[in-house]
């Protein structure tokens, strides 16, 4: 049995988190064991580098799966993270829309369109994704600093490298 980082028994509806590294990957439980998820061509438990290509993929599959052969060896939780931001659909309704997707090819997109999103969208009515505003708020943030860094080389250049070019000229017309 995989390590789960909660003894929190998943109910139907509930949005599962499995942390596989560098990203986390969502399905949606849906009881007698199995979970639904959007799974594009890379995606699996153990797939390490390679799920990361995931974001080269532009198509994939909604999958009913055992949780254990979907979670692997890695960690998960059950991560109703939006319960408090949005009203929970009815439990009927989650249900009954994640078994009409089941085998169904959709377009995929890591930033609009990823598994987080297909879950989220099946709980709440909204296609989210947190681990992307992160992802881009991070770029952002890092973005920024390195344009500060930057601007304050830049200004450093402008006061300690003009007077080098002035003197430099003072000096050819001594010779």
């Given at each position: 049995m995989a390590p789960t980082l909660y003894d929190k028994k998943p109910e139907?509806?509930?949005?599962?988190?499995?942390?596989?590294g560098n990203y986390q990957h969502w399905a949606l439980y849906v009881g007698d064991g199995f979970v639904v998820h959007l799974a594009p061509p890379s995606e699996g438990p153990g797939a390490g580098a390679n799920s990361m290509m995931?974001?080269?993929?532009?198509?994939?599959?909604?999958k009913k799966e055992e949780i254990?052969?979907?979670?692997?060896?890695?960690?998960?939780?059950?991560?109703?993270?939006?319960?408090?931001?949005?009203?929970?659909?009815?439990?009927?309704?989650?249900?009954?829309?994640?078994q009409a997707y089941v085998d169904q090819e959709m377009r995929y997109c890591v930033f609009r369109g990823n598994c987080e999103h297909f879950v989220t969208d099946l709980r709440y009515g909204k296609a989210e994704?947190?681990?992307?505003?992160?992802?881009v708020e991070t770029v952002g943030m890092a973005a920024m600093v390195g344009f500060g860094v930057l601007a304050v080389a830049g200004i450093a250049a402008a006061i300690f490298g003009g007077g080098s070019k002035k003197k430099k000229n003072e000096e050819e017309e001594y010779k």
């Amino acid at each position: 049995m995989a390590p789960t980082l909660y003894d929190k028994k998943p109910e139907p509806g509930d949005l599962i988190e499995i942390f596989r590294g560098n990203y986390q990957h969502w399905a949606l439980y849906v009881g007698d064991g199995f979970v639904v998820h959007l799974a594009p061509p890379s995606e699996g438990p153990g797939a390490g580098a390679n799920s990361m290509m995931s974001v080269l993929s532009d198509k994939a599959k909604v999958k009913k799966e055992e949780i254990w052969d979907v979670v692997g060896h890695d960690q998960w939780c059950v991560n109703n993270q939006l319960d408090e931001k949005y009203q929970v659909r009815p439990i009927c309704e989650i249900l009954r829309e994640a078994q009409a997707y089941v085998d169904q090819e959709m377009r995929y997109c890591v930033f609009r369109g990823n598994c987080e999103h297909f879950v989220t969208d099946l709980r709440y009515g909204k296609a989210e994704s947190r681990q992307v505003r992160q992802a881009v708020e991070t770029v952002g943030m890092a973005a920024m600093v390195g344009f500060g860094v930057l601007a304050v080389a830049g200004i450093a250049a402008a006061i300690f490298g003009g007077g080098s070019k002035k003197k430099k000229n003072e000096e050819e017309e001594y010779k």
